[in-house]
């Protein structure tokens, strides 16, 4: 029988290849799929709780998650082409503009 | 029998995880991402949310990726340069351990409980996902709706004038 337990240990495994990812990679928009992983294992987090408290609650938190993840993608997305348009790169060690 | 299935959708989520972190071309790592994000919808289907994962196929694997995929042949870019060996891998694989711990101590130690309510399989099976979902939506969370909708207009506006030329 599958619990609750093993849901969230499948998201804790997720969550944390997420941040390994977004610490050590360079390329911005790998970082930012790195991010997406992050939140798709918090996502099931919230489905697999909802779903063993029969509470329609965490479902609905997921929906609007994938809301601001979109609207994320959207602007994220344009600040890299912004940056790729000043810098030729979308390495994250050159964004270093602000650095004095 | 739905235990073999979970195990098997477990090691294919976990394996495309590590190709999105590991592979060098952005382009691998964004089809891993969306091999998870099948099985993702696989798990939110066993878990009686059928709607959750239409909406994750639909938004995460069709929209969303699509806009990465877009945008990485847009700028044309290559494989990554070699990583560097650096001391920032250690303490990174340091702190994602330790996040991997931290959860799976608190797994261990601590017990689920919350506000209970009352959406059986059963209601869900007759009802129908979809409704409970829009009912609940359009009565409980009415104004986190409408918010929600106004953070898409600002993000659609903020997107075209960042990715323009000449503001």
């Known amino acids: 029988m599958i619990s609750v337990y093993h849901y969230m240990s499948v998201a804790a495994i997720l969550f944390a290849m997420g941040t390994y990812g977004v610490l050590t990679r360079r390329n911005a928009i790998v970082i930012f799929m790195c991010i997406e992983l992050m939140l798709n294992s918090v996502n099931l987090t919230f489905i ?9 609650d965490g479902q609905i938190f997921v929906f609007f998650v994938m809301a ?17 348009r000043n810098r030729d790169s979308i390495d994250v060690d050159d964004v270093n503009m602000l650095k004095w | 029998m739905e235990i073999i299935l979970f195990y098997l959708v477990a090691l294919v989520a976990v394996i495309s995880g590590y ?12 089809l891993g991402l969306v091999n998870t994000f099948f099985c993702l919808a696989i798990y939110y289907v066993m878990l009686h949310a059928p709607f959750m994962a239409a909406i994750q196929i639909m938004v995460y694997a069709g929209a969303i990726m699509v806009l990465i995929l877009f945008v990485i042949m847009l700028l044309n870019l290559g494989t990554e340069a070699r990583q560097r ?26 017990r689920v409980t919350g506000a209970e309510g009352d959406i059986t399989p059963f209601k869900i099976e007759t009802l129908g ?12 969370f009415l104004l986190p709706f409408e918010i929600a909708s106004i953070l898409l207009l600002v993000a659609i506006v903020g997107a075209v004038v960042l990715a323009k030329r000449e503001v």
């Open chain 2, 85 to 110: 060996y650096t001391h920032g891998v250690v303490w990174s694989a340091i702190a994602s351990l330790l996040v991997l711990v931290n959860v799976v101590y608190f797994l261990k130690r601590g």
């Open chain 1, 68 to 84: 601001v993840a979109a609207a994320e993608a959207a602007v994220g997305l344009a600040l890299m082409i912004a940056f790729y």
């Open chain 2, 19 to 30: 190709l999105v972190i590991r592979c060098k071309s952005p382009v691998n790592s964004a």
């Open chain 1, 48 to 56: 697999s709780l909802s779903s063993y408290l029969q509470n329609m």
């Open chain 2, 129 to 140: 996902h979809t409704e409970l979902i829009g009912k609940t939506m359009f009565t409980e």
